[in-house]
């Protein structure tokens, strides 16, 4: 079994909110082979993304308090913006120049945060793989409807070698999907996956 679903279940207890349901999946990621502190907490870092800063501040306090978390290095003042930028380039090939463009003209401020901070601090300092990364974004923003950078991760997921058929079981083995979020998301990707 891949440590794909403890991270999924993680992010759905995450989710929901529901504090006793992330004490119980985060005890099952520590009996995991390839589990550790350190993968629970980059896991709730990483839904930040996705569930916001007050949620993911509530659990770290939950599961820290359980668990306690090892110390590890502090990467403030980093220069997150050149290393942002070569990992935003990774993950969206070529892709990346037109959605850094549209970015710019949306909101230059909101473009250097997703550089600088989702990508050059976030995505820079986990260890979760860029596969790994890739799949929990897709389903994560699945459950938050928002369609469009769903199918940009979907997109980057198959760039990176990751098969339809994983994507597609990733819907079936998440949790905290409505039928109709699946549905949706299942189109997605087999629209992706038929343009590449």
């Not at 709730?44 to 800063?53: S, V």
């Not at 098969?163 to 549905?183: A, G, I």
Request: with cysteine; aromatic share 6%; proline share 3%.
């Amino acid at each position: 079994m891949s440590r794909l679903t403890p991270i999924f279940s993680i992010a759905s207890a995450l989710h929901h909110g529901d504090d006793d349901r992330l004490l119980r999946v985060c005890s099952q990621m520590l009996q995991h082979p390839q589990g550790s502190r350190a993968l629970m907490q980059d896991v709730l870092r990483l839904c930040h993304l996705f569930c916001g800063f007050p949620k993911v501040v509530r659990a770290l306090n939950l599961v820290c308090h359980e668990y306690g978390f090892a110390e590890e290095e502090d990467l403030m003042g980093k220069d997150s913006h050149s290393s942002g930028k070569q990992i935003f380039e990774e993950v969206y090939g070529s892709d990346s120049e037109p959605v850094l463009d549209h970015l710019q003209r949306v909101d230059p401020i909101f473009l250097s945060w997703v550089v600088e901070h989702a990508y050059g601090t976030t995505f820079h300092s986990t260890d979760l793989s860029l596969e790994e990364r890739e799949r929990l974004s897709v389903v994560a923003l699945a459950a938050s409807g928002c369609w469009q950078q769903a199918r940009s991760h979907i997109r980057a997921c198959l760039r990176h070698g990751v098969s339809l058929e994983d994507l597609l079981s990733d819907l079936e083995r998440v949790e905290w999907l409505s039928s109709e979020q699946q549905d949706l998301a299942a189109t997605c990707i087999h629209t992706e996956n038929e343009s590449q």
